[in-house]
T-cell receptor, first 116, second 110 residues
Framework: NAGVTQTPKFQVLKTGQSMTLQCAQD?????MSWYRQDPGMGLRLIHY???????DQGEVPNGYNVSRSTTEDFPLRLLSAAPSQTSVYFC???????????????FGQGTRLTVV | GNSVTQMEGPVTLSEEAFLTINCTYT??????LFWYVQYPGEGLQLLLK?????DKGSNKGFEATYRKETTSFHLEKGSVQVSDSAVYFC?????????FGTGTRLQVFP
């Protein structure tokens, strides 16, 4: 059971470049989300999804796009990277309350992104 | 709206000392409450949880009690070890979103 898998683990981008952070889970979780972690700021929610075909904005969505075509995958796209997007990104998944199971989230190992 | 407030760190303790990390929350309805731990270079792991008022979550010697009257979920451990050094996050979940506090770094010295 792999849990939540994020790739890549490290990435350096130049300003203006685009890239996609991958996230996959094999636990049949309906709920998936992306966070960024910055010093002194804790984890801030970027986007989340409550099921395939449904996405919504979190606290800091600007500069990021997401899609959810399958239950398993929830990629995060940076269309034009900026230095302010230098951060550590975490993907998380969990059962939705409606799935009737525990609602704790499971996290990937993170992607450390540097934009120069 | 929903929010979580944690005490700022770092918290520096000697081995075998008593630990308290304060956490208070603001939420509508009846959220579930969580403590997560993050070891250096790793993702977050669930440490313990409580889903209703007066529930006590416990794991690895850590405990926290869901206090609705004081909207608190303070983390405690009677005797910390060097291996407990990590960042601890308090979080709440109300419907779909999981909301985190800013985290508290714990440093335990031998």
């Amino acid at each position: 059971n792999a849990g939540v898998t994020q790739t890549p683990k490290f990435q350096v981008l130049k300003t203006g470049q685009s890239m996609t952070l991958q996230c996959a889970q094999d636990m049949n979780h309906e709920y998936m989300s992306w966070y960024r972690q910055d010093p002194g700021m804790g984890l801030r929610l970027i986007h989340y999804s409550v099921g395939a075909g449904i996405t919504d904005q979190g606290e800091v969505p600007n500069g990021y796009n997401v899609s959810r075509s399958t239950t398993e995958d929830f990629p995060l796209r940076l269309l034009s990277a900026a230095p302010s997007q230098t951060s550590v990104y975490f993907c998380a998944s969990s059962y939705s309350p409606g799935q009737g199971a525990g609602t704790e989230a499971f996290f990937g190992q993170g992607t450390r992104l540097t934009v120069v | 709206g929903n929010s979580v407030t944690q005490m700022e760190g770092p918290v520096t303790l000697s081995e075998e000392a008593f630990l308290t990390i304060n956490c208070t929350y603001t939420a509508t309805g009846y959220p579930s409450l969580f403590w997560y731990v993050q070891y250096p270079g790793e993702g977050l792991q669930l440490l313990l949880k409580a889903t209703k008022a007066d529930d006590k979550g416990s794991n690895k010697g850590f405990e926290a009690t869901y206090r609705k009257e004081t909207t608190s979920f303070h983390l405690e451990k009677g005797s910390v070890q060097v291996s407990d050094s990590a960042v601890y996050f308090c979080a709440l979940r109300n419907t779909d979103k999981l909301i985190f506090g800013t985290g508290t770094r714990l440093q335990v010295f031998p």
